[in-house]
Every structure is written in structure tokens, then in C-alpha cells.
């Protein structure tokens, strides 16, 4: 299904259509969980973000024009949200802990690099998911705002200047915040590979 | 290209970021440094990683009853904007009704006001006439001092007032006896000054009108002249001496 049936979708519901815009929620409630997830890495809050997002899209639909695809659309809205979220939840704790990574020297390579974590062999599920759980500890690291462009480029696989639009940035900002936001992650992955 | 000026290219290189020259240039670059493609492929599994990393904890989330909840609360809010709605609507019409109720009150009143001032003119006027004339009469009562000019030519002695109120009993007034004495007073100066102006040509009409109190005057004893005195100066002057 694609922009075009969207847009369909979109001109159904606002003719009053439940089904059509129920249709687009199961559509895109993963993808948009995902990004939600991505970024407040609680699923408690994910969901919620996920239903506000999909209520707040509903309530403007009418001026939803077609410029961009609907799916655009929404997630700009569920990463907006985020940030809102993030930004009220903001405590003491919220502590970026990428700086504190970054103050320590960079770790040792003793263990496998990460250009060989590629996983292979006769333990690859027992290994990809031990490197799941290690991934998931790894992006808990990371300071929202990190963990917030590298959804929106390496899942969404969005454009800088689409993430620009997006964060609000320029579109360098993009470009250096993307490039300490995969230095970070490499960092952290590498050091729990490395225990 | 330098190796340091490939890897500082890598990462848009990666992303597709580059123009197209700009990314030739890094491609011919890379073959010939495995520092550089080793950077690259890197980048590449770090790519994966956190792609599975963000998506793979999503992948056993059960998204059964979401798109319930999700209408349910576009519904609920639906309910809640028409209910708002229908709170403000009651709210303008209680406005509305409050300003139209003081805007009747309003316009009551303005269009009682006219009526209104004009039965207060009326009555004014009527009061003014009833009180001039007993006022008149009550002069006539209190004395020679106090009475007006002479009323009418006619009315030169008791007995033809007498006469007159015998003849025209329909259109009578009677002067009661204990007509206060503060009514006299009232009496202007102008009422004065045509008593004085009056001189002495009409002291016999003046003595004339002088009536007993309790007399019945005849008000109309001279159909087409005002009873009250000083608005008839030119019939006293008419009057006969």
C-alpha cells in the first residue's frame, strides 16, 4: 500500500470512514511503536506516545494536504512527541551517559571488532541474541537525542535533510550529531562485546 | 584523496549523502585503503546493529485491541470537543439571553419612557392647573389681598357666580372650606404684579370675584376664556370697568 492508497485512506476518513483510519493505524502502529521505542527505550511510554500520536494525527487530519506521504506525516508527529515527552520527564537522572563515555579513553580492541560481529556459524541464534540483549543495553546508554537520529536514519533511513527538518537542526548539525551518535553506540557496543 | 579526508567523507558516503562526484572520488579512494573499507564496513554493522537493536524489541509486542483504544479515544475525544461544544453554545446563549433580557429591560423602558413622560407632563400640567386654580380660588378664599385680577367681566358679584354655578351645575368645582392655606401662598408674582397692574380700574371686578369659601365656582362661567386669571389679562382689560 503505498502514498497514493494513503491518501485515499486520509480523504475516506475525513468523509467520516472509521474503518479507513483503523486501517491506518494497524498499518503503521509497529513502525511507529519502533520509533517511539527507539527513542524513549520504555514501552510503557512508547505505546502511549504511539496512541497520542495516532489521536493527534486523527484530530488534524483535515489538514493533513498531501505534500508528504502520510507516513511522514506521522512520524514527524511521534518524534515530536517524544521530544515533548522527554523533555517533561527531564530528572536528575536523565543523565547523558554518552558524556560519561566520552570522557573515558576509548576501549581497548582486545575483543572482536565490530566489523566482525557479523554473526555466522553454528551458535548464531544463541549469539544474536546475546548480542540482542547487549544492543539493548548499549542504546539505553545513549542520549535521546542520539538515539533519536539514528532511528530516524538507520530505521527510517531518512534523508539529513529530512532529519533536519524533522529535529529542527541544520542540516550539519545533522550530520556531526548522526556522526558522535554512531561513535557512542560503537563505544558502548564495543565495551559490552568486549565483557 | 588523502585517507584522513576519505573517512571524514565516510559516513554521508555511507548515507548516500554524497554528490555524485564527491562520492567517485571516496569510492576510487577506498579500493585502494583497507583502513578505509574496513571504517566502512564498520559503519555498515553498526547500521544493522542498531537498526536490530530498535526493532527487534518491537518485533513481540502484541498490537492486538491498539486500534480499538486508539478510536475509542478519538471517539472519547469527539464526545468530549461536542459536549465542549454544546457547554460554549450554552454558555453564548446565556450570554445572549442575559444581554437580550437587559436589552428588553431596556427597551421597556424606553418604550415606557415617552408614555411615561408624558403622563408625567400631563400630570404635571394638570397638577399645575388644579393647583393654580385653587390657588386662584384659594386667593379668592383668603381675601382681597390675595385674590387675583378679576376672573371674567361676568363674575362682578357673588350672586351671579351664585347664579352661574346654579345654571352649569355639570361643570362645577366646590372649594372645600379647610382648603389649606399654604395653597394661597403658592400664589406667584405675577399674580401680583397683574394685581398691581391692574390698578384700580379693576378693583370693583377684583372685589367682584371675591367668593364666600365654600362657594361653588363656576370654572367655565366664560366659555372661551381661561378661568385663571393672569392668562386672561386682555379680558380683564376687556372686562368691563
Redesign the interface.
Known amino acids: 500500500m503505498g502514498r497514493e492508497e494513503d491518501a485515499k485512506l486520509v480523504e475516506s476518513c475525513l468523509k467520516g470512514d472509521e474503518k479507513a483510519y483503523r486501517t491506518l493505524v494497524e498499518k503503521y502502529q509497529r513502525r511507529i511503536y519502533t520509533i517511539a521505542f527507539g527513542i524513549l527505550r520504555n514501552q510503557e511510554d512508547a505505546m502511549d506516545v504511539t496512541q497520542d500520536a495516532f489521536v493527534k494525527v486523527h484530530r488534524n487530519l483535515a489538514r493533513f494536504q498531501g505534500t508528504s506521504s502520510f507516513y511522514t506525516w506521522l512520524y514527524r508527529i511521534v518524534v515530536n512527541l517524544c521530544i515533548d515527552r522527554k523533555r517533561r520527564a527531564k530528572k536528575a537522572i536523565n543523565v547523558d551517559y554518552d558524556d560519561s563515555i566520552s570522557h573515558q579513553e576509548q576501549p581497548h580492541q582486545t575483543g572482536p571488532t565490530l566489523a566482525s560481529v557479523s554473526i555466522a556459524g553454528p551458535a548464531k541464534e544463541l549469539a544474536r541474541k546475546e548480542l540482542r540483549e547487549k544492543m539493548q543495553l548499549a542504546l539505553d546508554k545513549l542520549s535521546p537525542d542520539h538515539r533519536q537520529i539514528l532511528v530516524l536514519r538507520e530505521v527510517e533511513g531518512l534523508p539529513y535533510e529530512e532529519i533536519a527538518e524533522i529535529l529542527e537542526i541544520a542540516k550539519g548539525t545533522v550530520m556531526s550529531r548522526l556522526f558522535h551518535a554512531r561513535t557512542k553506540f560503537k563505544q558502548a557496543i564495543s565495551r559490552y562485546l568486549n565483557h | 584523496m588523502e585517507c584522513s579526508e576519505v573517512k571524514q567523507h565516510l559516513?554521508?558516503y555511507f548515507?548516500?549523502?554524497l554528490s555524485a562526484d564527491l562520492a567517485e572520488t571516496v569510492k576510487s579512494a577506498l579500493s585502494n585503503c583497507p583502513d578505509c573499507q574496513?571504517e566502512l564496513?564498520?559503519?555498515s554493522?553498526?547500521?544493522e546493529?542498531?537498526?536490530?537493536?530498535?526493532?527487534?524489541?518491537?518485533e513481540d509486542?502484541d498490537?492486538s485491541g491498539?486500534?480499538d483504544?486508539?478510536?475509542a479515544?478519538?471517539k472519547e475525544?469527539a464526545t468530549e470537543s461536542a459536549v465542549e461544544g454544546i457547554k460554549v453554545e450554552r454558555q453564548q446563549e446565556d450570554k445572549e439571553s442575559l444581554l437580550d433580557t437587559i436589552t428588553n429591560f431596556f427597551g421597556e423602558l424606553l418604550r415606557f419612557e415617552r408614555p411615561m413622560a408624558a403622563f408625567a407632563a400631563a400630570a404635571l400640567v394638570v397638577l399645575m392647573v388644579v393647583g393654580l386654580q385653587n390657588s386662584d380660588v384659594e386667593g379668592d378664599i383668603a381675601g382681597p389681598q390675595t385674590s387675583p385680577v378679576a376672573s371674567t367681566p361676568q363674575s362682578t358679584s357673588p350672586q351671579n357666580v351664585a347664579n352661574k354655578t346654579e345654571s352649569l351645575p355639570q361643570k362645577t368645582t366646590t372649594i372645600p372650606q379647610s382648603a389649606p392655606k399654604a395653597i394661597a401662598k403658592k400664589k406667584n408674582r405675577r399674580q401680583r404684579a397683574l394685581e398691581e397692574s391692574a390698578g384700580s380700574r379693576d378693583m370693583a371686578a377684583i372685589e367682584s370675584s371675591r367668593a364666600p369659601a365654600g362657594v361653588r365656582i363656576d370654572l367655565d362661567q366664560d366659555k372661551g376664556r381661561p378661568a385663571i386669571v393672569w392668562h386672561v389679562d386682555v379680558d380683564t382689560e376687556d372686562a368691563p370697568n
Do not use: C, N, W, Y
Open positions: 559516513p554521508a548515507d548516500g549523502e574496513q564496513e564498520e559503519l554493522v553498526l547500521s546493529l542498531a537498526r536490530d537493536g530498535f526493532t527487534s524489541p518491537v509486542v498490537f491498539f486500534s483504544k486508539v478510536m479515544r478519538i475525544e
